[in-house]
């Protein structure tokens, strides 16, 4: 490999072990998993991984940018060490999302899109996480879900977090 390693041993061990659920001739069907293992290790996708990860895979940059562009879940600037994003869509805000969204962005102190100055929490505005029937939905650096998120929920959270 030319490149130089932007990426530990270990993360590169569980691309691998990514790219071998597939046939060989189709590495770049890792490309999600992939940049989810390098966000993992970096907290968010630089140019300088992207294009690692594109050329690990053997595919264009420009390919692995449509990816990681496409979808919210790849933080393309850095983010703070809690990325908490909430569902807005029309079920969550039937059952008080924006309400909810209003709330943390007062205990907070930052908008959407917006970290706090200690680089602790970083607030997202989400699209449907698929479980409308638990509304409001919030989503913790895109791996924990929790439901039913009500303003004394949410302050819960923050202090669990701090």
């Known amino acids: 490999?030319?490149?130089?390693?932007?990426?530990?041993?270990?993360?590169l061990a569980k691309i691998d072990k990514a790219i071998a659920k597939y046939p060989p001739d189709q590495k770049q069907s890792a490309v999600m998993a992939a940049l989810a293992i390098a966000q993992d290790?970096?907290?968010?996708?630089?140019?300088?991984?992207?294009?690692f990860v594109a050329q690990y895979l053997g595919m264009p940059p420009v390919a692995v940018y449509e990816v990681a562009t496409f979808y919210t879940m790849y933080n393309l600037k850095p983010v703070g060490r809690h990325k908490l994003t909430i569902c807005t869509n029309l079920p969550c805000a039937l059952q008080g999302a924006a309400a909810a969204a209003e709330h943390l962005k007062q205990k907070l102190g930052i908008g959407f899109n917006e970290t706090t100055a200690?680089?602790?929490?970083?607030?997202?505005?989400?699209?449907?996480?698929?479980?409308?029937?638990?509304?409001?939905?919030l989503l913790h650096n895109n791996k924990r879900m929790l439901?039913?998120?009500?303003?004394?929920?949410?302050?819960?959270?923050?202090?669990?977090?701090?």
């Open 1 to 11: 490999m030319n490149a130089p390693m932007v990426l530990s041993p270990e993360a």
């Open 118 to 137: 200690d680089g602790c929490f970083t607030l997202k505005e989400g699209e449907c996480m698929g479980a409308c029937g638990d509304a409001p939905v």
């Open 41 to 51: 290790e970096k907290g968010w996708l630089s140019t300088e991984t992207m294009d």
């Open 147 to 162: 439901c039913a998120m009500t303003p004394d929920k949410l302050d819960k959270l923050i202090e669990e977090l701090k």
